[in-house]
């Protein structure tokens, strides 16, 4: 129950009061009509007793009558039988006051919670349909302690107050029945006497002749009193008082009296201010005079009393049996909204009325003075005083004598009697209805029903007490008659008159009520509503029969009520609200009353929201949507579709495309013709941060032949490792182009963004190069959706060093259509139309082209939006509604401080608002013949052609790549003179040869290194003039390099360049290239080298000492690509310090050809460099040496055979590093410095540092034609004895390894022996055979020269041990037979690289074969101490035949 | 609504966690303005089955509410979810219960299903469709 200005007693006694009944002659009307007013509402202001009266119950008990108010009413006759059912015009005029009462706007909010709802009452309907939750929860607390309510459903009260005037009279009740009547003549009347009397029989006529049903009375003899009206404005007091006299003789003192009026002239004294009592019953009073039956009769109402507070629970029986016509319904759903908005003037007009009723009266009262009120206060006392309160105690008196002589009867006797002879009573059952379902009726004077109005007057005197025990003996007698209706209504007043009764020495009769209601709907089908809220301890149950026939009005405000009901119970019972609410603005919807049906929705609407109730969620918004655009709230109607449309919706198809297009309707209607401000469209869903941004033109792939650099593009997905990739390779081309230091303010160049990418700053585009956005939009529904005309808005802001233009700093843009001339600044690309299947997500590409340099920021889109047609429907859809959604980016959320992990925060996002920069120059970049499959170590040639497609030469061109091994531009001067151009390079050689025929001695050619080194990963690219003029092209050739690796290689390049103009906003620009390579595996090389033990004659001329290379090729070729052979048609080496010299082969394989899996060996002597030139930069320098197997030399230290040695050597250092080369110097410098340690002396002893190439040639076969591949391999031989493989072993799967708990002991620090035994080398010569005649001579002495050759660069010691040592028997077996005579011992100092020979003598006793290696020959580095001497090792035993001559 | 049967689980903040509706053999769709009636009803019921629930033992708690022809009945969980069904016929509605809340038991065990979550499984939806015709429409 909603709060109400009454509290339940006031309500019941005042709705329940004495009614007396008005005759008045003319001339008494004529009196006062002067002020504007009939004698009953002259009085009724005063009707209301200030004092309080006094009665005597049967028991001559004194009764105190306190408050008590009477009705005095104009008899209206009406000669019809009384119809329940209410007119047409009471319906009106009830709907009319209902719609006019309205919640005030911006009223004290009145909000309730309830378990975790909070209810906001009297609120504008508007924020029920948008999400304020939290806005109000916060003046929640200060409303919720605040006590004062007002009513929150005065529209419920004013009804109820109109309601109970104009409802009719029933026969089964006397409480509304007239009690008296008050005869009125004026004292201007010439004989008044004679009108009294006429007034008299006129009233008895009304009463007595059955000519008129109503107005009903009380009892018969209806109290009449006489009054004779005097108005003092026309004077003759003395007249009036003589006939006032003549009337007390007539009927005695107590029955009459001279009321005098009017006191004042209407003319006189305007000015003074009167309180004007009647104006708030004016319109009360201009209804009653509309009304036929003016009688209140049969209302029940009754109080529970809450624990909180009171409720009112009111039922309405009406006693037409005649059936309720449905005439008032108006079309409360019509079908579209185009119906709709027909009716709104309509109710406008209707909503009016009721205001002009009450403008239109004029001022009450005016011939009145204060007097005179008190004059008609003291006459109201002394009616109800003298008159009416000893009337009805007489008559209760009587009523009760009757009743105590019937008692002298049994109760059952007297019962029984009436049955047998059934006359007392006679059952008249309705005429027209003879099977009355209300059980049977008594006729008005019935003595049955005499108890029943002593029940009725005893409540009218508020003798609560008698009156309950006197409903409780009629009900019975009621209920032992089986007259349903009868019993029903005194069961109904019991519980109300125990409710009232003030000391309440009963608990409320709740089955009392109970009972009645279920007696009325059950039995008598009268209920039109009925209510009732069932109080069982703390635990309520509810229950509401709604017996719907007649009034959608009251329904629902009945159901509002319900609603309250459950809201204010203790445990407040909020979805029972909000059901019953629902319920209420459907009926109120019925009756036309929108704007409450509306209200209760959106009160209703907060329950459920966003509770994911979605079906209840989307007829409450549609009914909200439909009412708020037929009261002409179109944009609470938009706001409401939207919700429906926005939300994860469950409807059928057919049922969102019915929503969509009402959505559209509304809204077409809301925006009108009005295009300057485009409202935000819900649909389709964007999904901002997905939005991707980018700067620069849609790249072609190819063009003819050429293939374009795949650059970026919005197909591509971002990736993290990717992006890192070439920021780290920007960041390298940035350094090499500001010689070796990157800028501060370094930032990778970003040409798309999304959201993974740092949006933090705004992005730089280029004037005249088109911005692309690309925009994510999702259908959520699953209808169709069609979008025209669809483009970007943005704003403006031209840079403000252009102070010439008006422009300038003002923003421009396109967001008012009309706005002309924007295309100068920016031109926006439009796409015609975009179509979404259902629940699609679909990307645009939305393009700008900036044209001015300034700032742009990309603010939203806007579109037509329409349901896309169907396929059924061939019908030209007009609802096309033009509207925009924002693009609003939110940044990533931040996650660095501890404030930003408690809290959610979001950082900037500023993709969508690029800085226009002067136009830059702009590079593509072509590849020509570029190759996708390769095989391992091939070389190929391609082409590249740089193209500046832009206005601003650029400069600066560089190459940065993720294999910085795999393409080489040739180098400077050692570039051969290939054709430049693709087409006459057809099947020639990439490689530079000169005809030489094969020979075993290599040619040799010194080059320095720097001639194609790079300094890092970085490139420059050789093109003319270092310059590219607009417009121009330049073509380069290209070789390319196979990867070592077989597999596809994804080899990205990046390109740098830069505009010829300094200080630009964009320092540089870049552009991308990803290739991928499938290398598949051609030849395996394997080499290794070992010192030769060539006998000093034929190293003589070697200098230092010779090295043996020894290289195995195998053809590992798959061959699935049809490789048929390879030849091997070059080797070639390239050492600092080691040369090939001449290949040692047999001399039968010369030509070396390799089928599948064939193996070829080829060995090689090495010799060292010849010292170079002392000024030279020696270290830089590097010797080539080539052996051609071929017909060809090819020149190994030329481009491209040169240039892929050079980066072939140092990518696995690169590699190793991490791409920086910078660490390798460094680490050769801390060799240096350690030079002195033995370990290294070894080391640098046993260094190779010999760069075989291998340079074949692949005959394949393909489509027919046969191609000749060529291709080079590289192998490394860093240290003697090592075998070096050009494949890298296969990552084999880390091991696993075992887990130790115990720290390994530290290895020993082992001694270098094997390395230290290569300091020396030894060679002992002698004759292979010698003979000697034994016979003659029995000791044979050889000699015998040692040579040892130093290959250390530091000074050695030797000590050459000759005796015999460790004389093992076995051994003395094998060599005990020969001794080494003459010096058994030599020490010797080697100086670095030199070779010193030894001539020893050996002595042979018998002939046989000797094994002459057993000099132990001992060496150490000069600077060592001497723990460190170690034995060099002769390894292969150096046989001597001794022959017996 | 002769012999159809709505049934919703009901989470800690009154949101729908599983609906599903059950249509007798020979009816085809259900009228749309019905389906959101069904909401409502079972909506409103929860007051009342609120209080109920602290008055029984049991988790069945009968028939808690009736809206016209409509017969609520209850079923809270230990979990506090509560199960409601809507249907003028009230057959097997126990058992009904017991067997989805078997169901729900297993499925709210998945560790990444989060309590209160609407349930979007197939597998669920079969089943309880399978029970439905099991117990309220044979």
Redesign the interface.
Known sequence: MAQCVQSVQELVQDSFVPMVAVLCSEEAERVTRKNNLNFAELLRPFCRLTSEGHIRDPSNQVQLVKNLRICVNNVVTSPNPACAAFSPAQRRLLNEVVSSCQPQEGAATNVITAG?YDLNFSDHCVKASVPWYSAWRQTLSEVSTSKHYTATTPWFEAYRENFLQTMAASEHEFLNHYLACLLVVSSTETVPVEQFLKLSQEQHRIQHSGDYTNPKWFIPNTLKYYVLLHDMGEGGEQRADAVYEDMKQRYGHQGCYLLKVNSRSSSAEDDEQMPDPWSQYLHRSNMQNQVSAALIVGLIVCGVLWNNGPCVVMGTPSTGLEGHPLQLDTASSPGSLHALSAEQPELKKGGRDPESLVGAAGSHGACLTLNDHDHIRQFIQEFTFRGLLPHIEKNIRQLNDQLVSRKGLSRSLFTATKKWFGGGKVPEKGVSEPKSTCGLLYPPEAPELQIRKMADLCFLVQHYELAYSCYHTAKKDFLSDQAMLYAAGALEMAAVSAFLQAGAPRPYPTHYMDTAIQTYRDVCKIMDVFITVKQSSF?P?S?IP?YVQDSDLRSALLLEQAAHC?INMR?P????F???M?LAGHRFSKAGQRRHALRCYCQAMQV?KQ???S??E??INFTIGRQSFTLSQPENAVTAFRQILTNDSR??AT?QGAFLREYLYVYKSVVGGNEDRLPQLPLPCIHSSATRVYFGHERRLAEGEKQAATHVSLDQEYDQDLAAMWGHLEEQLVAAANRGIVPASFQPTQCCLNSQTDNLRRPLAVAEEPIIVEVTFRNPLKVPLALSNLKLLWKFTAEGASPSEETAGEAITNEESLTEGTDTVVTTQIILEFLMGPEETKMARLQLLPRRTGQLSIVGVVYNLAAAPCAETQAVDFMLVRGRQDLKIQGPRLNQTKEDKMLVRHGLDRRLDPIITPPMPLMEVFFLQFPTALLCGEIRKAYVEFCNVSAVALCGLRVASTHPDFFTFGSQGTTPLTPVSPTSAENCSAYKTVTRPPGSVASEMLVSAGDFSQPSGVMDIPIDGGTLLPGESTQLPLWLRGPDHEGVHEINFLFYYQSTEKGTQISHRVLRHTVFICASRSLSVQASACRSSVPPHHRLDDGGGGTLVFVDVENINTSEGGVREFHIVQVSSSSQRWRLHRRINPASDRDCKLTSRERAKLCFRATRCRPPPAASDAAEKYTFADVNLGNERIISSSTPCGDFFFRGCRSPESHRVGGTASRTSSSSRIQEGRAADISSIVKKCNELDLHIIVIWKAYVVEDNKQLILEGQLHVALQTLGKEVTSLTPKEEAQEMVLLKFKPEAPAPVAPPSAELSQLIKTNLHYPETHSHPFVQESLCVVPVTLTLSNCSSAPVDVLIDLRHKSPSPESVEVHGSFTWVGRTQYKLQLEPQQVLCVTLRACFLQAGVYNLNTPRVFAKPTQQAAVCETSQQAASPALIIINNA | MSGSFYFVMVGH????VFEMEFLPAGKPESK?DH??L????A??????VD?NMW?SNNMYLKTVD?F?EWFVSAFVTAGHILCTALDSSLYGIKNFFNDVYDLYIKFAMNPFYEINA?IRSTAFERKVQFLGKKHLLS
């Open positions: 975790d635990v149950t229950f709604l459950f445990n019972m909020v979805r029972k909000a059901f019953h629902i459920y509770r994911g109730w079906l209840a989307d007829h409807q059928t049922q | 903040q009154d949101n729908p749309d389906r959101h069904n909401q409502f009803i909506h409103a019921a929860l007051d009342l209080e008055l009736k016209n609407p």
